[in-house]
C-alpha cells in the first residue's frame, strides 16, 4: 500500500480561529491514520480544536486537549511518561483523562490543573475522535466504510493533505465528478464525461447519493492504459456523502452496451474501476484535514503498470487541491461570501447533490445549536 503525505504548514500551528464555520460538533471526526499516531506525541487542530495524539503503552490512542493549563506550552512538546504526558515547560504531567497527577514542589496538583479529553475510536485504519458532549459519544454512530486497505485481493494507496480551504468546497468538489472532464482530463477525464452524462441524486435524513451514468462515450486514458479499451465504454460514477463530511465514490465501466443495473452500479466496478474514500475534517473554517484512499481489485492493474498508476493517483488530488484552494483564495477576496464559503449566483444540473448536501448540514447545524425554550 502506497501512502501520500502532504502538509505545507506546521500541523501544531493553525491559521486562524476555526470556531465561525458551519461545524457539527457530535459527531466523530478522523483525526489521523492509524500510523500518525504513536508514542511521539502528534499536535492537530480539529473544528479549531487543539488536539495531541498519543498512544498508551498497551497501543490504546488517545486525545486531549494540546495546552498546558498552567502558561499554555502544547503538551504536545513534552514528552510520554508511561501513559502519563508531561508538559516540557515546567513539568506538569496529565494523565489520559486530562487530570494533572503530579505538579513538581507541590504536594498535590491544584483541581484547576485539568485539560480536557476527547472520546476516541479506531475504524478501518483511522483514528476518530468524537468533538461535541462527550456524553452522547456513539461509537454506533462511526461511519464504518470497508475500506479495503488490507485486503490481500485488492490493491490500494492512502493519502493526507492539509489543504487550504474549507471543508464544504471539498465534498462540492466530490459530490460533482463532471470536474474530472477538466481538471483531470489526462487520467480519468473526458469531455463525454461531463457533455453525456444522466444524473439522479437520492437525498435521505442525512445522506446524499449521487448517480452519473454516461453510455456509449469514448474512454478516458487511464481505462485505455489499464483496461485496455479500444471501444466506447458505459460507465457509471456513485459519490455517496454521510454526515458531517465523509464521501464514498464508487467507479466502473463496461463495454458499451452490455447493461448495467442501478444495484451494480452502486458496488460494482464493472470490467475496470474503483473506489475512493473520503474523510473530511475540518481544521478551521478556511483549512481541512483530507484523508484519503483509492482501492481497486489486484487484477486491475498489472505489476508491471503500477509504479506509473501509484503516480497518477497520487497527483491526482493534488489537481483538485489546486482548484479549490484557488475558490478559497477568490472567496475571500468576496466582501459578501457568508462564512467564507461560496456564494452561487445559480444553479446547474451537477449541484443537486451539493445543494442537498448543504441543506442537510444546515438543519443539523440549527438543530445542534438551538437553545432550549
Not at 57 to 69: I, Y
Not at 118 to 132: D, L, N
Not at 196 to 222: G, H, L, N, Y
Amino acid at each position: 500500500m502506497a501512502t501520500m503525505t502532504r502538509a505545507r504548514r506546521a500541523p501544531d500551528t493553525p491559521a486562524e480561529d476555526g470556531r465561525d464555520g458551519l461545524f457539527l460538533r457530535n459527531h466523530w471526526y478522523v483525526a489521523a491514520w492509524r500510523d500518525e499516531v504513536g508514542r511521539k506525541p502528534l499536535a492537530r487542530v480539529v473544528l479549531g480544536d487543539y488536539l495531541v495524539l498519543f498512544r498508551t503503552e498497551d497501543g490504546r490512542a488517545v486525545a486531549l486537549e494540546n495546552r498546558c493549563p498552567h502558561r499554555n506550552l502544547p503538551l504536545s512538546e513534552g514528552r510520554l511518561i508511561g501513559d502519563t504526558l508531561e508538559c516540557g515547560y515546567h513539568g506538569m504531567v496529565f494523565d489520559c483523562r486530562g487530570a494533572c497527577t503530579h505538579l513538581p514542589g507541590a504536594p498535590q496538583p491544584p483541581a484547576w490543573a485539568r485539560v480536557k479529553a476527547y472520546p476516541v475510536i479506531e475504524r478501518r485504519g483511522w483514528v476518530m475522535v468524537w468533538m461535541g458532549d462527550p456524553a452522547r459519544a456513539d461509537e454506533s454512530a462511526a461511519p464504518d466504510y470497508n475500506v479495503r486497505l488490507d485486503d490481500p485481493a485488492w490493491f490500494s494507496l492512502k493519502g493526507y493533505i492539509n489543504v487550504r480551504c474549507g471543508y464544504r468546497l471539498i465534498l462540492d468538489n466530490l459530490l460533482d465528478l463532471s470536474h474530472l472532464a477538466y481538471v483531470h482530463g489526462s487520467t480519468t477525464g473526458n469531455r463525454a464525461l461531463a457533455e453525456q452524462a444522466t444524473i439522479t441524486a437520492e437525498v435521505e435524513e442525512s445522506r446524499v447519493r449521487v448517480t452519473r451514468w454516461m453510455s456509449d462515450i469514448p474512454p478516458a486514458k487511464a481505462f485505455v492504459d489499464y483496461a485496455g479499451y479500444g471501444g466506447t465504454i458505459d460507465r457509471w460514477q456513485v459519490s455517496e456523502y454521510t454526515t458531517p463530511s465523509y464521501i464514498y465514490v464508487n467507479s466502473g465501466t463496461a463495454p458499451a452496451g452490455r447493461g448495467v443495473s442501478p444495484a451494480e452500479r452502486r458496488d460494482s466496478q464493472g470490467l475496470w474501476g474503483f473506489v475512493v474514500y473520503h474523510a473530511l475534517t475540518p481544521e478551521t473554517a478556511r483549512s481541512t484535514h483530507q484523508f484519503w484512499a483509492v482501492a481497486l481489485e489486484q487484477r486491475m492493474v498489472p505489476e508491471a503498470g503500477r509504479p506509473d498508476f501509484e503516480k497518477q493517483m497520487l497527483n491526482i488530488p493534488l489537481e483538485d487541491v489546486a482548484i479549490y484552494e484557488a475558490q478559497q483564495r477568490a472567496i475571500d477576496l468576496d466582501p459578501e461570501a457568508p462564512d467564507g464559503d461560496v456564494r452561487p449566483r445559480g444553479m446547474i444540473a451537477a449541484d443537486k447533490g451539493l445543494f442537498a448536501m448543504r441543506k442537510i448540514l444546515q438543519r443539523l447545524h440549527a438543530a445542534e445549536n438551538r437553545k432550549p425554550a
